[in-house]
């Protein structure tokens, strides 16, 4: 049947190729004469787009599931195509032709509905040459009943080819249906023939294998029995895990409160060690505000030191100026003394100067003085602040180690806090899986018992399993017998 299916495929398909080329050899034909005619633009541009479409449709069926589309298609399109050109160059015995020439054309597949198509399209298009014609022309008026008996014996000649080629592939397919069916019948008879072969062969694997299973089942009957006794001791062994696991439970109810207690008391310490990070912090601030002080100061006193030596010049220049004032009165005395009583007046004035000299010279002494006892007691201050600033140098490093020591302590403590954490949330997870694990075990042991008890069940069944196995043995005995006659008759059809 697969193989008749083949042939008609490739038979429609060889009758699509067939009406491809015959319909672009009349569009070919048609387009030469028109140009041997001399025809208008517009009959070029019908005919070439018809000839483009023809071969896109010719495209599209290749892809298309529809083995027949193609035939519906151009038969349609030789349709538009002719009457087109009735219109355009007017009716004749050429498209008379053309009425008989696509009847034949749409017959090519021998398929009723395509050349039923055809049919009326070619009534169709004798209609529209008979009411185009024109006045002066009465070929067609003339001629109509002659057209028309030549078309309706075309169309039955061809109708009456299509029909018996139709009912000769029915016989083909009725034929090939009985060769089909006694092929069936054929393959049916083997494989029944093969079955009663398998059911003997699976009849005496059955055999075997049953008395494997009343030995196996023995076999199973001693065992129970063992599983049974072994049964009743894990049940009293799960009694003794049960008083366990309650120890094991109490045990991690009081680790579980212990954790919360220290996790409690780390959180405490952990804020202890934050507040002591935080003071020693502004601690820390304080000690380099007040290094930064300290230096002001000393720099402070740097400069009183510049201003104490530059006031010791002044002094020096104090002194000298008094040694000059001293020698200016000494020279003014002796000038006045010369002069007699005309220089009373500059001894006088001597004097005075002597006097301004001395005292200014006492004054000097007792800055220079002042200004060394300040600048001894600036060198002591600037070395007490030196070694102030040392020691609060030392004292910085120091509260800066003591600020690190408190940042770990309180990462110490942090870490702290998450174990405790951890170990609390492990703590009532253990609790509650103790807790599961304390049903699962009951459950455990009253399965236990209801195995011990099931087996004591299954051990009674075994025993009548094996005087079943052993009717059933007799009853496959008898199938036996049946199915060698059925064999044997089988040979005789």
């Known amino acids: ?273 934050q507040e002591g990070t935080d003071k020693m912090n502004d601690l820390t601030l304080g000690i380099n505000h007040l290094t930064d002080i300290v230096n002001e100061v000393l720099i402070t006193f740097e400069e009183l030191t510049e201003k104490i030596n530059d006031s010791h010049e002044l002094t020096d220049l104090i002194k000298a100026i008094t040694s000059q004032t001293n020698l200016l009165a000494l020279n003014a005395s002796i000038e006045a003394a010369r002069a007699g009583n005309a220089g009373k007046g500059f001894t006088v004035v001597a004097q005075e100067m002597r006097k301004l000299a001395s005292i200014t010279e006492k004054t000097a002494i007792k800055i220079e003085n002042n200004l060394a006892l300040i600048r001894d007691s600036n060198s002591l201050v600037k070395e007490k602040l030196n070694i102030s600033n040392e020691e609060i140098q030392s004292h910085s490093e120091s509260t800066e180690t003591t600020t690190i020591y408190f940042n770990k302590i309180n990462e110490s403590f942090q870490q702290l806090n998450i174990h405790m954490e951890n170990l609390t949330g492990f703590s009532s997870e253990v609790e509650l899986k103790t807790q599961a694990g304390d049903q699962a075990i009951d459950e455990f042991a009253a399965l236990i018992e209801q195995t011990s008890a099931s087996l004591q069940e299954v051990a009674a069944s075994v025993e009548t399993l094996n005087s079943d196995s052993i009717n059933i043995v007799e009853i496959l005995n008898e199938t036996n017998g049946k199915v060698r006659e059925i064999r044997e008759e089988s040979n005789f059809m």
């Open 1 to 273: 049947m697969n193989e008749v299916l083949k042939l008609i495929e490739r038979d429609i398909r060889t009758k699509n190729k067939f009406m491809f080329i015959i319909f672009t050899i009349i569009c070919i034909v048609a387009i030469l004469n028109n140009f041997m005619t001399e025809n208008t633009l517009l009959s070029y541009f019908l005919l070439s787009s018809t000839l483009v479409l023809n071969i896109v449709l010719f495209q599209f069926y290749k892809k298309s599931k529809n083995q027949f589309s193609y035939a519906y298609a151009v038969v349609v399109l030789f349709f538009v195509l002719v009457v087109v050109s009735i219109t355009l160059i007017k009716p004749s015995i050429t498209t008379m032709v053309a009425v008989y020439i696509f009847l034949i054309f749409s017959a090519i597949h021998l398929h009723k509905q395509i050349f039923i198509v055809g049919s009326i399209l070619s009534v169709i298009i004798m209609i529209i040459n008979v009411i185009l014609e024109p006045e002066n022309e009465t070929f067609f008026l003339q001629n109509y009943t002659t057209l028309s008996l030549a078309l309706v014996i075309i169309v039955l000649l061809l109708g009456l080819v299509i029909h018996l080629g139709s009912k000769q592939f029915t016989n083909l397919k009725a034929l090939t249906q009985s060769q089909d069916e006694a092929k069936k019948r054929e393959k049916r008879r083997i494989k029944f023939e093969k079955n009663i072969r398998s059911v003997l062969n699976h009849l005496e694997d059955i055999f075997q294998k049953i008395n494997l299973n009343l030995q196996a089942q023995n076999e199973m009957n001693i065992a129970l029995k063992e599983i049974s006794s072994s049964s009743e001791k894990q049940s009293n062994h799960i009694h003794n895990i049960v008083g366990q696991t309650k120890e094991i439970k109490k045990l991690f109810g009081n680790v579980h409160h212990t954790s919360e207690v220290v996790k409690k008391e780390s959180k405490q310490a952990q804020l202890r060690a």
